[in-house]
Nanobody, 127 residues
Framework: QVQLVESGGGLVQAGGSLRLSCAASGRTFSSYAMCWFRQAPGQEREFVAAISWSGGSTYYADSVKGRFTISRDNAKNTVYLQMNSLKPEDTAVYYC????????????????????WGQGTQVTVSS
């Protein structure tokens, strides 16, 4: 069992930066691939970024490539999303999620393959 709690959201001007954190419970955190999804009002939840259980591989949605960086610190049971050059289109509730490390690259952007979800944190980018 893994419990996830996101933090770090807030209001920022376009072009600014935020760093989101997701703190996980459990001693087997390093056995899970981690990801971030986001959901804007009236829209479907969409994939943002994922990181492998070892931290050696990362994957990003085209919309955030070059601007966002996902990382993890297994010693702290925490995954991060560094968001730079923020745009109003990035406004959404951001969720972290965990999947057992056997998840394949092809499945990392698919919601139903993740076993655990956080409660979400709001990110608002003003123009």
């Amino acid at each position: 069992q893994v419990q996830l709690v996101e933090s770090g959201g807030g209001l920022v001007q376009a072009g600014g930066s935020l760093r989101l954190s997701c703190a996980a419970s459990g001693r087997t955190f390093s056995s899970y691939a981690m990801c971030w999804f986001r959901q804007a009002p009236g829209q479907e939840r969409e994939f943002v970024a994922a990181i492998s259980w070892s931290g050696g591989s990362t994957y990003y949605a085209d919309s955030v490539k070059g601007r966002f960086t996902i990382s993890r610190d297994n010693a702290k049971n925490t995954v991060y999303l560094q968001m730079n050059s923020l745009k109003p289109e990035d406004t959404a509730v951001y969720y972290c999620a965990a999947a057992w490390k056997t998840i394949t690259i092809a499945n990392m952007s698919i919601r139903r393959f993740y076993d655990y979800w956080g409660q979400g944190t709001q990110v608002t980018v003003s123009s």
